[in-house]
Nanobody, 122 residues
């Protein structure tokens, strides 16, 4: 059973940065694309970013493009989300997830972490 554990969330002022990490317990981490999603207060969970198995291709939601960067280190079974120029509207619980494919995409995620809270104050 693969487990995903997020870390790095916290409280930060607008304009600052945070880096989230998600470590997988599975042995086949490099076989799968990974993604980040978020759920703000009173909102449904939505797509943030996706990265393919090798880290050569990424996809971003329009709301974070140019501010957030997804990356991965397959040797460490870890995917990262670097978040710069944070805004209050980025406040949410952030989840990492494993896709049932090696390629980037916004759906077909079958394994989820427990989430980490990110709060951006104005």
């Amino acid at each position: 059973q693969v487990q995903l554990v997020e870390s790095g969330g916290g409280l930060v002022q607008a304009g600052n940065s945070l880096r989230l990490a998600c470590r997988s317990s599975g042995r086949t981490f490099s076989d799968y694309a990974m993604g980040w999603f978020r759920q703000g207060p009173g909102e449904e969970r939505g797509f943030v970013a996706s990265i393919n198995w090798s880290g050569s291709r990424m996809d971003y939601a329009d709301s974070v493009k140019g501010r957030f960067t997804i990356s991965r280190d397959n040797a460490k079974n870890t995917v990262y989300l670097q978040m710069n120029s944070l805004k209050p509207e980025d406040t949410a619980v952030y989840y990492c997830a494993r896709r049932s494919s090696a390629f980037v995409g916004r759906d077909r995620y079958d394994t989820w972490g427990q989430g980490t809270q990110v709060t951006v104050s104005s």
